[in-house]
């Protein structure tokens, strides 16, 4: 473990930060001394503390040449540490795509190599490492960390409790991997079924439900020393466009804005979130100036500064988006979403660009120097609050000790037992028992890992049920079969008792939905798990049996296949409603539904 000295030094008498879990805002309190680090700082650093990027490697100092090759092509510098050094960045983000998540200790060993290579610079300070753990559907840091259900799911079970057990564990295992800031929960209230970036990572479409869920996953990170972040404000609820390749527009009234997206942003601001995520929307009704929101001063300083009261730290959403990207050049980018109000700006296309963008709007006089001192005096605050300033170093013992353990996987599996919904069940098909449907096809869609250690579904759900006493086959068929992997499905269903079906978005004339029909169409008896969105029940208007994952990943699968063999009871009720698919203007299934049975088991709490 390194020294602590040079933190020491670098500090000039900073000492203990406030204690791990008081999450609420004790604003001006440490500022006697925080305020004197920033007085020492040079320009250049100052510009770097906004900024959180990333980078390419699985440690600090030797990552791998493909990984060196990548980050000269686009920083210019070979490793995270050269990174670190040149820029002075204030925070960086792990992706599992740019090869920084392998393993616990390796994640825990490239934090500390991060944190080393800032702490030695002149006046280094520790940096703040984020990553995007929703869990469900969006996942960094995959197994044999605790993975538990997606925030839809969570919203299906309809537990506080469980939110805030998710925020707990999730928290204290990346904590002991070094990585302080989650951009997690999502606050979006999704109204829109075609929601093609939000959807299932949002906890529902009652906005007080989403509200008290938002809250207490905020509160069980942040009592364990991580940072919460609501995203994505002003709310991306009600799109369908993806900001990643579109520029979305909110067509919302400012008083639907109020009752609806407004409501879990304030349950965050209640509870005491240590940071929000700006959206790269159009809200016309919010600034009419056709500005994204992350460069809107209206509604970063105007609304979320002024009218909630919010005074914590905001980042925007990665600047490498097109939502954000559109009406201006990424030049212009960086400079206005800090003259919007916003502190940390989130992966920038172009870290060099960014960087000379700002610093030269200061030499210039469009951006003052008191307004960076703004948002670097709110970001160590919270790095203060986090204990970064007192202990910037992931201890390997707590790696052991903590992540992935049998108590956290327990709790993640009790907890995806009490969200799996059961939306169908015509003539009591579920549950079904391995004395009268001993053998089972499983057939479906195997869609990626969102952490790329789990998977695929099929597999998962054909090792469960037979784990659970069934003879389980599993069968890919993909998320659009052809004619002919229909046609190998239906032989194979020949020879078995029951077919499970894993759906993922179903459409009307896509092959899935001429799957399914042809799998009733043997006579067995067909039992659809949609494992991502619960919409696809609409489509499948022939089956008497289906039941809602809301995500794929193996804990959430695992739970579907103890409801299908009766071990224990579905509880999960639709935190969403489902509308008819020739009539969408009528509901199908209301919020609040959900099927229940006896089990064959012991039904465990």
Not at 191 to 218: K, M, Q, T, Y
Not at 443 to 449: E, L, N, Q, R, Y
Request: hydrophobic share 40%; net charge neutral.
């Amino acid at each position: 473990m390194p020294s602590r000295r040079t933190l020491l030094a670098a500090t000039a008498g900073v000492t203990a930060a406030l204690a791990v879990g008081n999450s609420a805002y004790s604003l001006g309190s440490d500022d006697g001394r925080l305020r004197p680090l920033i007085s020492r700082m040079t320009l250049p650093e100052k510009v770097g503390q906004l900024f959180v990027v990333r980078f390419y490697g699985h440690s600090a100092t030797a990552p791998d040449q493909a990984d060196i090759d990548a980050n000269l092509r686009e920083i210019g510098v070979r490793t995270a540490a050269e990174l670190v050094a040149k820029y002075r960045v204030g925070g960086v983000i792990y992706f599992t795509w740019t090869h920084n998540t392998r393993d616990p200790r390796q994640i825990a060993e490239l934090s500390n190599g991060i944190q080393r290579a800032s702490l030695d610079q002149p006046r280094g300070l520790p940096v703040l490492i984020a990553t995007d753990q929703e869990h469900g559907a969006v996942c960094r840091i995959g197994e044999p960390a605790a993975l538990f259900p997606g925030a839809m799911a969570i919203g299906a079970g309809g537990s506080t409790a469980d939110a805030c057990t998710l925020g707990r564990v999730s928290g204290a295992e990346l904590r002991a991997m070094g990585v302080r800031q989650d951009y997690s929960p999502d606050a979006d209230v999704n109204v829109n079924p075609a929601n093609p970036i939000i959807g299932v990572r949002s906890f529902g479409a009652d906005p007080h439900a989403v509200g008290a869920l938002v809250a207490a996953e905020a509160k069980g990170y942040q009592e364990v020393g991580v940072a919460a972040t609501a995203k994505h404000f002003p709310g991306h609820g009600d799109t369908a466009v993806d900001s990643h390749t579109g520029f979305p527009v909110i067509t919302h009234s400012r008083e639907l804005w109020e009752k609806l997206d407004a409501v879990p942003f304030r349950a965050a601001i209640r509870a005491g979130i240590d940071s929000i995520m700006t959206a790269h929307i159009q809200f016309p009704a919010l600034d009419g100036s056709g500005d994204p929101a992350t460069l809107s001063h209206p509604v970063v300083t105007g609304i979320l500064r002024g009218e909630l009261g919010y005074d914590g730290v905001v980042v925007t959403d990665s600047l490498g988006m097109a939502g954000v990207r559109t009406k201006y050049g990424d030049d212009r980018v960086p400079v206005l979403a800090l003259k919007a109000g916003v502190d940390q700006l989130l992966d920038p296309p172009d870290l060099d660009v960014a960087w000379h963008a700002v610093l030269k709007a200061v030499q210039d006089g469009e951006l003052t120097e008191s307004r960076l001192d703004e948002s670097i005096l709110r970001i160590l605050r919270l790095k203060s609050r986090l204990g970064l300033l007192d202990r910037p170093y992931a201890d390997a013992k707590d790696v052991r000790r903590v992540v992935g353990t049998a108590e956290h996987l327990a709790a993640a599996d009790r907890v995806a037992e009490r969200t799996t919904t059961l939306l169908v069940n015509e003539d009591g098909v579920l549950p079904l028992s391995p004395r009268t449907h001993g053998k089972l096809l499983v057939v479906g869609a195997d869609p990626a890992s969102p952490s790329g250690t789990t998977g695929p579904p099929t597999g998962v759900l054909a090792a469960a049920l037979t784990e659970l006493g069934f003879a389980a086959r599993a069968l890919s068929t993909g998320t659009d079969p052809s004619a002919a992997t229909i046609d190998s499905a239906v032989a194979a269903a020949g020879g078995t008792d029951a077919v499970v079906v894993g759906t993922y978005n179903v459409t009307a004339g896509g092959g899935q939905r001429k799957l399914v029909e042809q799998l009733v169409g043997t006579g067995r008896p067909v039992i659809v798990v949609a494992v991502r969105n619960p919409y696809d029940v609409a489509q499948l208007p022939m089956v008497k049996a289906c039941l809602a994952t809301y995500s794929w990943t193996d804990v959430e699968l695992r739970a579907a296949a103890r409801v299908i063999a009766g071990r224990v009871a579905p509880r999960g009720s639709l935190p969403v409603p489902v509308q008819r698919a020739d009539d969408p203007a009528r509901v199908l299934y209301p919020i609040g539904h959900g099927l229940t049975y006896r089990t064959h088991g012991t039904d465990r709490v």
